[in-house]
């Protein structure tokens, strides 16, 4: 979590940071705030099309609730930072990213948002990517104590980088588990065997499924059967992990992961659950075309 320094005639506040993904986290010092994480459909909020700047004296300027982006390259001559300006009223926000290799391919990925003063000063890091994956959602929870500019400049922490973002009031449904280019999903259903196919890797160096399930407190349990499609005994790898809240990324858990040489496997990985929530489990397959058998119990 991150307080937003607001400027005023004489000096600008330092940021502090707690931990953003702490359930019920409290905001500041005031105990009796609890961070709120509502959800909409993926693709709810159509993109805005603003433009992003690359001159820090002339931001682009969007509006809470609305998704802007862009193409940044880390080894342009111009195109290697953009600058965004949005006014906050005094309360609590999500800034939600999601960044995307352009190219699909699985490899080193991250967008880091700074805050900056008037002048092109850096306050404090908000987010910082740094995963290996093709698409990746990062988020904090911001607070400001009054009306202010909250001024973001975007950069890649590797190479050349498709993304969005978007700052939230707290009671805003935040489309999830991305902004666009929605996963397709299907649901899971306690005691219910699923069966689909785990595409095998492709040109993208990546393949995966996405299934949903609506959870209560208490301890699950999910099995998960493969079989290679070829019938060979070849590399088997893949693994599952699941996601819940906005879908971010330091939100996910792998419950399970295969790395055999074989014709079948099964494995069995727990969720323990202390709230009520919606989870996003995914799948993904780094070898070769599997027939998948999922049951949760």
């Known amino acids: 979590m991150s307080r937003i320094p607001v400027a005023s005639a004489l000096v600008l506040s330092s940021l502090f940071a707690c931990d953003p993904e702490t359930p019920d986290a409290s905001v500041g010092s005031d105990p009796d705030v609890v961070v709120q994480y509502v959800t909409a459909p993926c693709g709810s909020i159509p993109p805005n099309t603003t433009a992003p700047s690359t001159d820090l004296d002339a931001p682009g300027v969007f509006e809470v609730g609305q998704i802007v982006g862009g193409r940044i390259d880390p080894e342009a001559t111009t195109n290697f930072r953009h600058f965004w300006d949005v006014e906050l009223e ?14 699909g391919t699985s490899t080193n990925t ?24 093709h698409r990746v959602r ?17 950069s890649s922490v590797f190479g050349i980088e498709d993304y969005a973002l978007g700052v939230f009031e707290m009671t805003t449904g935040v489309p999830s588990p991305f902004f666009d280019t929605c996963p397709d999903t299907t649901a899971l259903a306690l005691g219910v065997p699923l069966d689909f196919t785990l595409p095998g890797e492709d040109i993208d160096d990546l393949d995966e499924v996405w299934l949903t399930l609506d959870a209560d407190i208490g301890d699950y349990q ?18 599952m992990e699941i996601v819940d809240r906005f879908g971010q990324r330091s939100r996910a858990q792998e419950v399970l992961r295969a790395n055999a040489i074989d014709v079948t496997t099964r494995l069995v990985g727990e969720l323990t659950v202390g709230e009520p929530s919606s989870y996003w489990l995914r799948l993904v397959n780094d070898h070769d075309g599997l027939d998948v058998t999922v049951t949760v119990d």
């Open 138 to 154: 990062l988020h904090d929870v911001i607070v400001a104590d009054r009306q202010t500019t909250l001024r973001l400049e975007v």
């Open 110 to 133: 991250g967008i880091h948002v700074v805050q900056l003063d008037g002048s092109g000063v850096e306050l404090g890091t908000l987010v910082r990517g740094n995963e290996i994956d």
């Open 90 to 103: 005094g309360g609590v926000y999500h800034l939600v990213v999601d960044n995307d290799v352009p190219d």
């Open 222 to 239: 999910f099995t998960v059967d493969a079989e290679q499609i070829s019938g060979e005994s070849t590399n088997l790898q893949y693994r």
